[in-house]
């Protein structure tokens, strides 16, 4: 299955009433609804053109001309079923107001977790600002109104943009091990609290990544309640193929992974990850800094792609 995602695209169907988005968004409930979706549309793109799973573990939805593939429970593949509990336990920080972000991370090595060959980043805000969308690059960017459509054309913005990068992405090794990290707000979170699939996880400063790790921005959706930004990281050679700079950030020999650990609650703090062989000679001087509370899955998935 580790070519599969080669094959797989997005799909143009006719005009549909069936739509996977609210058709409005007017209160707060509603805009949770809209961001738990994104959420969940964005990590089956994810796994999906991927290759993670077989094609019986999602099924379609509709986003104005798109046919998207969205996870379900499939109990001939045992780890949809992981991703699955993975992202209601996302929703369930979400709806209390608690999660700050949630990193999904692939590997290869099952003893060291830190040395990380793929990064997805999903950063929350709670807010009641008016909606905007940045695609931080100096050649596109988008600000809207707080109007339902505004909000929507944002998210199939952010989607589409999703789609093109994981269909330009270079395949991923045969044996990589996915993992999700969710990091909370200190100042609301409660010292004790895990959401359903997860236990308390280790706060590290660092990543190590396997090869030279480029950043890359997909954007930012806010619905005048909520905010969700997309960031993907990854080998440099998986990007070569990429015609511009539309998704591309910093240089390839470091990059910045904010809001992993942040002192304040709001503040937008640096984390750098190194390339492997540059990591033995960086010490630690945040070591007293404040670290955020962080929860692991009680069981990572081994995708089985050989």
Not at 71 to 92: A, M, N, T, V, Y
Not at 132 to 157: C, N, P, Q, R, W
Not at 158 to 167: C, E, P, S
Request: charged share 25%.
């Amino acid at each position: 299955m580790a070519t599969a995602q080669l094959s797989r695209s997005i799909r143009i169907h006719k005009a549909s009433k069936e739509t996977i988005f609210p058709s409005q968004i007017t209160n707060e409930h509603e805009s949770l609804i809209m961001v738990k979706k994104l959420f969940a549309t964005s990590i089956s793109c994810i796994t999906y053109l991927r290759g993670l799973f077989p094609e019986s573990s999602y099924g379609e939805r509709h986003l104005d001309d798109l046919t998207l593939k969205i996870l379900r429970e499939d109990k001939k593949c045992p780890g949809s079923l992981h991703i699955i509990k993975w992202i209601q336990g996302c929703f369930d920080a979400l709806e209390k107001r608690y999660l700050h972000m949630a990193v999904l991370t692939l590997y290869t090595n099952p003893k060291e977790p830190e040395k990380v060959t793929e990064i997805y980043q999903f950063k929350f805000k709670y807010t009641k600002e008016g909606a905007t969308m940045d695609f931080d690059s100096s050649s596109t960017s988008f600000e809207s109104g707080t109007t339902s459509d505004d909000i929507k054309k944002a998210s199939v913005l952010l989607i589409r943009k999703l789609y093109i990068l994981m269909q330009n992405l270079g395949p991923l090794p045969n044996d990589v091990i996915l993992t999700m990290k969710l990091h909370y707000y200190n100042a609301v979170t409660p010292h004790d609290y895990q959401p359903p699939g997860f236990k308390e996880g280790v706060n590290s400063h660092f990543l190590l990544f396997e090869g030279e790790p480029v950043n890359l921005q997909v954007g930012l959706v806010s619905t005048g309640f909520h905010s969700m930004k997309v960031k993907v990281t990854t080998e440099a050679t998986r990007v070569s193929d990429l015609e511009n700079n539309l998704f591309q950030e910093s240089s390839t020999t470091e990059i910045a992974h904010q809001g992993l650990d942040c002192e304040e609650e709001e503040e937008e703090c640096d984390n750098h990850m190194q390339r492997m062989n540059f990591m033995h000679s960086q010490q630690s001087p945040q070591s007293s800094r404040k670290k955020r509370k962080v929860s692991e899955p009680v069981k990572v998935f081994i995708p089985n792609r050989k």
